[in-house]
């Protein structure tokens, strides 16, 4: 029998018992336990919310994991409730064997699986016989965070369930797999423990963040985007003592952030926010940091007393880096390690001569990716700028575009950077001969000569150089 037949024949087998949901519900107990992953993932795909929930009560394995199911939300949501109604409900030997269930994981860790594949194909990722690894960092004792309703019931007859997931919570993510995990935690009779490697929470109320972060194992964090979110690192610092917890966290975003909900809050004193950020001390293991906030200006140099000096990634798009706050990172521990810096849309035109250039030379052994997008930078500035990304042999990616550069500077620079090896990406801006030339023809194309002869001119030089897999991405500061 052909190899793609037999899927075939097995889910129209499958979808004919499901239609009688009442011997479905019987012939559960009778089921193989190597049939149960793929009967679960044709129910769960056809909706059939008692059979998912008799199956989540008798599931034979350690491990459930939903990820390559949760594709499309407008299939998944009733039989995603179907499930999480189910846990609260304590299986016996005699409905239909008692469940072993332990570990459900609703992140995509594996390929997902398209709704064309395979019943039998899903399935084999929805389950596994070995000891679950999870977490793979250190952890203290865990308990379940969430509030304790399920005191309401003898406590013996509940075994602690672990679900594993990556939450993405805000005005946009309303009633998605996070939000639903959610509302079952808060509101479960059993107790759950919530483990969550990636955290992004986009503008939401300190209060209902806290609240979010209350019912979250919170060693287990890595990755914590939180973005326009209101009154954070203000007031008795209660996320900061959140964040302490951390302890295993490697990236942390902090942008567009309110400092307040009031006029008077909003202006949150410098020393305040720089207060919040020595917390950061704690978290050893720190690789990435993102904090856009212009509380930052003239103030770098507490923020990186406070960051670990192996930190790979730190990205300061706040607009107002001072000459001495570049002379400090210049001179910091953490320069030597950097494998992305990021400077966007500070301007770096009023930066002394030397400082900028230091800087790049005391990242050149580990730098891979520059970022100078937005920095006012000009012909003179990238002259001076030019020699010191000549000894950045690892770097990987260069951009510096909404900057104004000639042809001239153009061509110097691509003599210079044709020679890095390992640099694959690079973003400029058009010449400033390009947009005087769409002002003075009222142009709005790219689709001109003038165009043309700069990417001509490119072209040609990375082919004599060598360098035709360089691949160089022209922009346009403005539109006239």
Not at 100 to 115: A, N, Y
Not at 421 to 442: D, F, N, T
Request: aromatic residues 8%.
């Amino acid at each position: 029998m052909n190899s793609w037949i037999r899927p075939q024949l097995m889910d129209m087998a499958i979808q004919s018992l499901l239609r009688d949901e009442a011997f479905a519900l019987r012939a559960r107990k009778e089921l193989p336990v190597k049939l149960f992953p793929t009967v679960f993932t044709v129910a769960f795909r056809g909706g059939h919310r008692k059979v998912l929930s008799a199956m989540v009560q008798a599931w034979p394995l350690p491990q459930l994991h939903l990820g390559p199911l949760l594709v499309d939300p407008k299939s998944y949501q009733d039989s995603l409730w179907a499930i999480l109604d189910s846990l609260d409900v304590v299986s016996r030997p005699g409905k239909g064997g008692k469940s072993k269930l332990k570990v459900i994981g609703f992140r995509p860790d594996v390929e997902l699986i398209q709704s064309s594949d395979s019943s039998e194909e899903a399935a084999s990722s929805l389950y596994s016989d070995a000891t679950h690894v999870e977490p793979e960092v250190t952890l203290p004792e865990t308990r379940s965070r969430q509030r304790r309703h399920w005191k309401k019931r003898p406590c013996q007859a509940w075994q602690p369930l672990d679900l594993y997931i990556n939450l993405s919570l805000g005005t946009s993510h309303s009633g998605n797999v996070s939000s639903s995990v959610l509302r079952k935690v808060r509101r479960s009779c059993r107790p759950l423990r919530l483990f969550c490697r990636k955290l992004h929470i986009k503008d939401m109320p300190v209060i209902r963040t806290m609240e979010i972060l209350n019912l979250l194992q919170l060693e287990f964090i890595q990755e914590l985007e939180i973005c326009g979110c209101s009154g954070l690192p203000s007031g008795d610092n209660k996320f900061a003592r959140q964040v302490e917890h951390m302890k295993n966290l490697c990236s942390f975003t902090l942008a567009h952030l309110i400092f307040g909900t009031s006029a008077a809050e909003s202006q949150l004193p410098s020393h305040a926010f720089i207060s919040f950020l020595s917390h950061l001390s704690r978290l050893g293991h720190l690789r990435m940091l993102h904090p856009s906030s212009y509380h930052i200006s003239g103030h770098l140099y507490c923020l990186l007393s406070y960051l670990p000096a192996a930190l790979e990634t730190l990205e300061l798009p706040c607009y107002t880096l001072l000459h001495r706050d570049i002379c400090c990172l210049s001179q910091s521990p953490q320069a030597s390690h950097l494998k992305k810096l990021d400077l966007s849309k500070n301007d770096l035109s009023q930066i002394a001569r030397g400082a900028l250039e230091a800087l790049v030379r005391e990242t050149s052994d580990t730098l891979q990716e520059l970022v100078l997008d937005h920095c006012g930078i000009r012909d003179l500035h990238l002259m001076v700028l030019l020699p010191a990304p000549s000894c950045c042999f690892h770097l990987h990616s260069l951009s510096f575009s909404g900057n104004w550069i000639s042809s001239y500077s153009l061509e110097n620079l691509l003599q210079l950077v044709a020679k890095l090896a390992e640099l694959k990406v690079v973003v400029c801006p058009y010449p400033i001969e390009c947009h005087e030339y769409m002002e003075r023809m009222r142009l709005c194309s790219i689709e001109s000569q003038q165009f043309i002869s700069v990417t001509t001119m490119v072209h040609n030089m990375l082919k004599a150089s060598g360098r035709e897999n360089l691949k160089w991405i022209f922009t346009l500061n403005t539109f006239l």
